[in-house]
């Protein structure tokens, strides 16, 4: 794409005078340089300028906010606390208040910081995180995420140390990111691409009439992109969403006002389920680990077709001991489902 296709405009190589008689030739009139008249001459001037910042206008718009490889610095504008040990950041973009993230569904982004070790070198520390906020929101991109404290869990005595780094951030604090990454990408109607992880490996193009989705925790964030993409930016789709969230306590689960809500907004197309660890008394919905049976009660059966496809995010635990075998129990082939 070249400047010259913006300007369609031909200049007279004459002057613009008005003569009786015949259109002067390469002549003394030339040599002297006559000017074009001023007004034709500020005029033409004004649309030059005007067209070639609405080009650059244009492409910074359009451009993606990251880019796949190199890291770019976000600073941060706001930062809420949903619960006791989540929080939901939100940082500028760097191609402008209008600016679109440009990260397709389905994909997520890179988080990078540097600690500073007690003997004076540095480590660095990067993790993936999905966000929130697409296209839809200009300006910003925002993640919900849980914060592993240090001294907490017996297993993990250090915590987490991008999540406990993020919640030290005060406002107008940086944070270095990249993206998209990812091996999935939502396009619409149902269809989308399963990214092999091996690049001699072709990618798969599945269409799901049904999704059936399985999260934990803050495995919601990629859910919560797709519900927004086959549900609220495709409203006459006939493509359903069945979600069965997992979580230890009710205090943990995450956008509860979003996803109920979204039970509400959608009526038949959404259906929500929560499980969890420690359920308080008087709780009706399930209690427990994932289980076949509970799999086979709130999501979608197998098709022969491949038209279910179920998602998942969530701990390693949950989803190799939990989800995978009792969906291959009930008949769900590898290409029926995927792991975030």
Known sequence: FHLRHCFP???????????HHSAPTMSAELIAGEALPLPILTAVTAIVLTT?????????KSKPALDPVIFTPLPLVKKESLSHDTRRFTFALPNGP????????GQHITLKFTETLPDGSNKNHQRSYTPTTGDN????????????????????PEGGK??????????GDTVDMRGPKGHMTYHKNGNFT???????DPPQQRTAKHFGMI????????????MHATLRDEPNSDITVSLLYANQSEDDILVREELEGAVKKYGGRFKLNYTLDRPPEGWNGEEGFITREMIEKCLPAAAGDGSVQILMCGPPPMVKFACLPNLEALGFKKTDYFVF
């Open 194 to 200: 399963v990214h092999p992880i091996l690049k001699r």
């Open 162 to 171: 991008m999540s406990q780094h993020l919640d030290t951030l005060k406002i």
């Open 52 to 60: 070639i910042i609405f080009f650059f206008l244009y492409i910074a």
């Open 98 to 105: 209008t600016g679109k993230l440009g990260l397709p569904v």
């Open 9 to 19: 405009i031909s200049f007279p190589i004459f002057p613009l005078t008005t003569h």
């Open 215 to 226: 999260a934990g925790g803050t495995g919601i964030t990629p859910m919560l992109q797709i």
């Open 137 to 156: 929101t200009l300006g910003t991109v925002t993640f919900v995420i849980k914060v592993y404290k240090a001294g907490v869990h017996p297993k993990f």
